[in-house]
């Protein structure tokens, strides 16, 4: 088993609807069979946000979710009262067709904004898909949500004795690209929602939470955690956040080197900054800087973009001792430039940059981002037509 | 007489004093020859900004500047004190040559960041400025001010008995793409040193500051106004206003056609809002997102991406209540997508997209923006090497 299916006591399910006009797969299905439905999750912070993210965070609201109905080629996004209706049916007949309650299922959905969903498609999608589930499924349905994904991400943490499994889709979090970020992760762990909860939070703001691809924030971003104490083994928090941050860390790596048209993984770290607040906006405004976007793709050692670019962040910093390292080569020093800064090798597909605010304090921030590409551009210039 | 010597008494030139590797014009001087030296500037809100902007910040702090000398080819930013004193000493070899005080002496630098200046070669330059002098030679100055520009932007305005000239260079401003925004306006109007300000404040704000190529901010961005009162005729702060008004327009309109790689030229309006600062951020949030910008390269009417960036705003608004409207055409009311939506024609060169966050505030905002071409990446991929 692996996956999301890893962990004993949950079933998933991936098939093909025809919502895509590609022929691929593109509903799917995990099922918790419990005994316990112990459910945490993250949404967008977008103030638009689509028809299955409003109706997931209500059903969410008591900490109990038993099942998630996932589908792409389709974000059900924007499509008003009309589209939470239809989100809602389609929860209803799943439900029905799982006798559990209704306001125990989770929906996510991912693809075009502004479509409405093709409801006979589904139903009969949302008909056949119990007779797919399995316990050796999770890789189905980790495919079913992939829409401009090249590769299916999925990812399992074994501890003594339980587990933690997940999938995920999409390049980014609050600030994904093209399409929706949706991550769900299983666990035969006995945890309370609380403890859930507060282990999905942090790991979402030190791993989904530092991808930053193009500054653009889906309305759909999801991250579920499902929990069914099935192993009878209850993990300590701290057991808890180690396992939930290492299996956030694998995905949120499968998601950054799979971003529309990548090149280049840039990592980007800020540190001597008055807090780790301010050291984030600065890596966020360097980190979805065009121009230094455009350097990196041509492996282009142009450091005076990072500070053009760091200057504009809402960050204290010392304007004449700021530091700037390529792949650990000193490139600025008390915003100079080193006499070999020109000749550092960034022709590789990781490049490390390091800036120091030159405040000397504790604050520091890790943002991931990737290249801008002739590719994205290609990829995000005809999405809808 | 045409551009930055439209007006009475002033003088211009622009010479190739052998910075740029093409051997195209690179070195540029304006001289205001009186009777008056009134000037106002505005400079870029960066936090790191380049030695030319430290000086000119300095010596324009009692309201009185001469001339402006001017180099492209190399922004000398990043260059810590030696940068500052190299400036220092080409301002004070100008102004003797000129025979004015050197802290008369206004100086912009546009190119790249980080190298030192040539300074043999700028010192030469400096030397054969003076012969090039004249009152025929705004276009010149123009030209030797123009990187990776494909065409001198200058402007005229003509009113009774005075006039504004100006020149300028770049894309944006608070926000240009690669190169630094330079911009120099003469007036023979007789105006203070404090009208002068209010007026290109006023003007800036509702031009070169709605310019947003890419999000990105040079160190270098400068604006100067001068005037030198020989026409004798003393305009109302309302005529000032708008005759300022008019020639940062015009110039901001060739800014924007000729920004890199640009294909599209797109505005923004933003209504309905609560302020104008927040339809401004809201402008601003849709004209630097690069799945925005990638579908206008596309003529792709996606207007739920439209919605995704605006929702990410620091904005009050009504999620269910937002309208979209591309040329003219709704395109998505009240967050739903109109039934011919996708059917909206895009193929022209101007794209005006007008966004109503529907909380029936009198809050408005315009911000001008380009599309994301493959252009734009291939420039800007290989600037530094």
């Known amino acids: 088993m692996s996956g999301i299916t890893t962990p004993q006591g949950f079933r998933a399910a991936g098939i093909t609807a025809g919502i895509k006009a590609s022929g691929k797969p593109d509903m799917a299905l995990v099922v918790n069979d419990g005994p316990e439905y112990t459910a945490a999750a993250v949404f967008t912070s977008n103030r638009i946000v689509a028809a299955p993210v409003t109706l997931s965070r209500k059903n969410i609201s008591n900490g109990v979710i ?35 309650a209704p306001e125990d299922m989770g929906v996510c959905s991912t693809g075009i904004i502004g479509e409405r969903l093709p409801m006979d498609i589904m139903r009969a999608g949302v008909d056949a898909l119990p007779a797919a589930l399995g316990i050796d499924q999770g890789d189905a349905a980790a495919e079913a949500i992939m829409t401009t994904d090249t ?25 994904p ?9 299983t666990t035969d762990a006995k945890i309370s929602a609380a403890a859930a909860q507060e282990a999905l939070k942090k790991a979402v703001d030190q791993t989904f939470n530092t991808l930053d691809i193009d500054g653009s924030t889906s309305t759909n971003d999801t991250v579920f955690l499902l929990a069914n104490g099935a192993s009878g083994i209850q993990p300590s928090q701290a057991e808890l956040d180690a396992a939930v ?43 979805r800087d065009n121009l230094f976007k455009c350097a990196m793709f041509g492996s282009d050692p142009n450091w005076g973009r990072v500070l053009a670019a760091i200057g504009t962040a809402d960050a204290e910093m010392d304007p004449d001792n700021i530091t700037v390292t390529f792949n650990g080569h000193v490139v600025c020093k008390e915003t100079q430039g080193t006499p070999d800064a020109r000749e550092v090798d960034l022709s590789g597909a990781d490049i490390e940059v390091r800036v120091d605010l030159g405040l000397g304090g504790e604050g520091r921030a890790l943002v991931r981002t990737t290249d801008l590409s002739h590719a994205y551009v290609e990829i995000n210039s005809a999405y809808s037509t």
Chains 1, 2 share one sequence.
């Open 245 to 287: 941050l290492e299996i956030c860390a694998d995905i949120a790596d499968q998601l950054q080197a799979d971003a529309e048209g990548v090149t280049k993984r840039v990592r980007i770290i800020v540190e001597g900054a008055n807090s780790d607040a301010e050291a984030l906006n600065a890596a966020r405004a360097l980190g």
């Open 151 to 175: 590769v299916p991400k999925s990812a399992q943490v074994r501890r003594d004795g339980w587990s933690i499994g997940g999938m995920g889709k999409g390049v980014g979090m609050m600030a």
């Open 66 to 100: 038993r099942a998630v109905l996932f589908n792409s080629g389709n974000a059900n996004a924007c499509n008003g009262k009309p589209g939470l209706a239809e989100a809602s049916e389609l929860a209803e007949r799943m439900a029905a067709a799982l006798d559990i």
């Open 177 to 185: 690209a093209l399409a929706t970020m949706l991550v769900c992760l």
